[in-house]
């Protein structure tokens, strides 16, 4: 037998109008068979919402409002979904004492977005975008001179979903990719995507120092925070670009940005940063060899799409008296 749901759809903490198409893709295929309520957390809980089934948490950041409205909600919730990747900004213990189980949309559904802009920011860094752009103002032609990706050595911080989806379309470009991750990576994932080199961290400053290009593909914890820090920065090519599309804190940025100033790295391509928004004051942010976007590289239709279908999954099968998928907790 199938359940009727009570569904919350927490709104995003920062940006509580973030709902399209986000918020649509999960309350679309569900409203006409579960009751589906959109809620904004800073805002008192109705008391006959308490008795939720499912709540469904846009970002997965946990704040003070999000704690009184998960006090508020009786014994009966069955799922705490985070609407998302990440949950460096989430308070596992806290579910986890509520005995509450959590899930996420994991890598695979926002690998594609991911890979393309790690592609984009590599192409637009070898073909010196800023620069020309610069060049087209002042009428300044056939400048500046790029660099062909041919045969370019591609380090891979993190081999899952969004790591093999960028090898997969580098490769395309006759670069050459180079892999570590935590888990064995098998022989026929190295046949795939024509790996030239595959190994565990304890392999990583190998790969650092080997780059032309280094991509990280990671999440962010105790273990992986300023994971490329001063040291392994030092350990680049003077000709190499970062390229960080996964979470600021990865970085020490300090340090990066006196390699770029210095000239001890040849640029760099971020999406994320330390602090967000960041302080695009910082010298880092007008360097002509750095290209930055505002968290966007994750934004798109199809990432929005394939995850509310993963949420839609979920409550559909917690309906059904079945275990969630993608359990984090």
Known sequence: MVERLKVLFLLHPIEPDFFSPWG??????????????????????????????????????????????????????????????????????????????????????????????????????????????????????????????????????????????????AISFGMKPMAIDVRDIGDDEVDEFQLEFAGKPSAMDHVVAQSDVLSLHLHLNNETRQIIDARRIGLMKPTSLLINVARGALVDEAALQEALIAGRIAGAGLDVFGQEPPNFDAPMFKLPNVIVTPEMCGVTNGTSRRRGQCVVDNIERIAAGLEPLYRVD
């Open 24 to 169: 649509e893709d999960v309350v679309g295929p569900i409203g006409d068979r579960h009751d589906v309520h959109v809620i904004d957390r800073a805002k008192p809980l109705p008391p006959e919402l308490a008795d939720a089934d499912v709540v469904v948490d846009h970002g997965g950041h946990t704040d003070e409002h999000t704690r009184r409205l998960a006090d508020q909600l009786s014994g009966r919730l069955k799922l705490w979904q985070v609407l998302g990747t990440g949950t460096d900004k989430f308070d596992m213990d806290y579910w986890r004492a509520r005995k509450i189980p959590v899930a996420n949309t994991p890598g695979q559904f926002s690998s594609v977005a991911l890979a393309e802009c790690a592609m984009m920011f590599i192409l637009m860094l070898a073909r010196k975008y800023n620069v020309t752009q610069a060049n087209l103002e002042t009428g300044t032609m056939y400048e500046p001179m790029g660099m062909e990706l041919e045969g370019l050595k591609l380090g891979l911080i993190g081999f899952g979903a969004s790591g093999r989806e960028l090898a997969r379309r």
